[in-house]
């Protein structure tokens, strides 16, 4: 049998019938599906890592197609299904850790967006690990890794329990038909991933448009909107929102205006623009909040920003879990059944109505003069393996095919 050290090396790319092929996981993480790659087996120059990409994807080599259906790669239209994370790890204090950054890419452009993080697909990271054999499990029980996302800085810890049996817990969760491995995900230190602040803007409540929004970046920079205020209940399918031009074109001047108030920044550091703001598939994102009324603490309609989400990402969660327990804020206003913060941190748990569900997430808190201190905040996915092996790149540039080729010499010609 081979070993796990024999197939990661193995599992290199390689020239197949005349075309470069790379080898992928193709993973579902939460509620969102995509690939993890092997950092190690991707070539260096950005230029040639965005190629790739595309070329796995099915998105647009160069420019616009607005008909693009993704149809030559593994894409799936929707921003939740078109991430791919490169990951590997790495050893820091004397522990392993999963070192990751995530591509987000979109169905009808060639454009790649390098700046966020994704709580459900991080999800995925430990399982594709211990498949890779990048990471040993001795034995039944609880295992911890943590992981370290260059995108947004974040670090996450990531908890599986293997069984007896060999297999690991499972869990049912809102979006996933079925139980599947389980995976606990505790952010650590979620406040200001992007912005360096819990409200960006500064104010708890600011007017947009004649909206009133709360900013709040933990884990994801997110606007958070009472639906009542769009004339919506709350609880619409996402579809009919998304359905709704009206509605969508003021959603977008709300987010754009919001995104310029809150500083987003490209990866360099530069200011995004209104124009860069309209078309993000990533940030901010934007949520309508409502009162509960399935048993949960409060309601959610979540974007994006561009498109409705079917049920609520995990990243979203538990930022706006932290907004409804800032005094004032939209989400509070509309919250019921939340334990009150202290001045002591303490773990509160916010269940969260979306259309797949109840998404249920823990936020380590406390409450002082200066305001709400955020120390960690947990929520429970699934993730599985929806297929390992390789991807013809038939139209690969022979710029990309020279760089692949360094990472498997004994099977280029």
């Not at 004032?328 to 009150?340: E, F, N, R, W």
Request: aromatic share 6%.
């Amino acid at each position: 049998m081979p070993t796990a050290s024999s197939f990661r090396d193995a599992f290199r790319p390689r020239l197949q019938n005349g075309v470069i092929e790379f080898p992928v996981h193709h993973m579902r993480g939460g509620t969102s599906t995509g690939l993890v790659l092997w950092t190690a087996s991707t070539p260096l120059d950005r230029y040639l890592k965005e190629e790739l990409l595309r070329h796995l994807m099915g998105a647009p080599l160069a420019g616009t197609n607005e008909n693009n259906k993704q149809i030559t790669g593994l894409g799936r239209g929707g921003p939740t299904s078109n991430k791919v994370f490169f990951a590997d790890t790495a050893t820091e204090n004397g522990a392993p850790v999963i070192v990751s950054t995530l591509a987000q890419l979109a169905s009808d452009h060639d454009g790649v967006d390098w700046s966020v993080n994704c709580g459900n697909m991080s999800s995925a990271l430990q399982l594709w690990a211990i498949d890779m054999g990048l990471i040993v499990v001795p034995g039944a029980g609880k295992t911890e890794v943590r992981i370290r996302n260059t995108n947004t800085g974040v670090i996450t810890v990531s908890r599986m329990e293997r069984c007896a049996d060999g297999g690991f817990l499972d869990a049912d969760i809102p979006g996933v038909d079925g139980a599947y491995p389980a995976v606990d995900l505790f952010m650590q230190a979620p406040t200001g991933s992007k912005t360096g602040k819990l409200l960006p803007t500064g104010a708890v409540i600011d007017l947009i448009d004649g909206v009133h929004v709360s900013c709040v970046d933990v884990a994801v920079p997110m606007v958070i909107c009472a639906a009542s205020e769009f004339g919506k209940t709350g609880y619409e399918p996402v579809r009919e929102l998304d359905a709704d031009p009206v509605f969508k074109a003021r959603l977008r001047a709300v987010w754009v205006e919001a995104g310029l108030r809150m500083g987003l920044t490209r990866r360099d550091g530069s200011l995004m623009t209104a124009a860069e703001l309209e078309r993000s598939e990533t940030i901010p994102k934007i949520c309508l909040v409502a009162p509960p009324r399935a048993g949960g603490n409060i309601a959610v309609r979540y974007f994006t920003p561009q498109a409705g989400h079917g049920s609520m990402a995990v990243s979203g969660g538990c930022c706006l879990a932290a907004a409804a327990l800032i005094p004032g804020s939209v989400a509070q206003q509309v919250a019921h059944g939340l334990a009150a913060t202290t001045g002591t941190f303490a773990d509160i748990g916010v269940s969260i109505e979306n259309p797949a569900g109840i998404l249920d997430a823990t936020v380590v808190v406390k409450h002082d003069d200066d305001g709400l201190h955020v120390l960690s905040a947990a929520y429970r996915r699934s993730t599985q393996i929806l297929l390992r092996g390789y991807v013809p790149l038939y139209r690969a540039s022979p710029q990309l095919t020279d760089a692949l080729s360094a990472f498997s010499p004994h099977v280029f010609p």
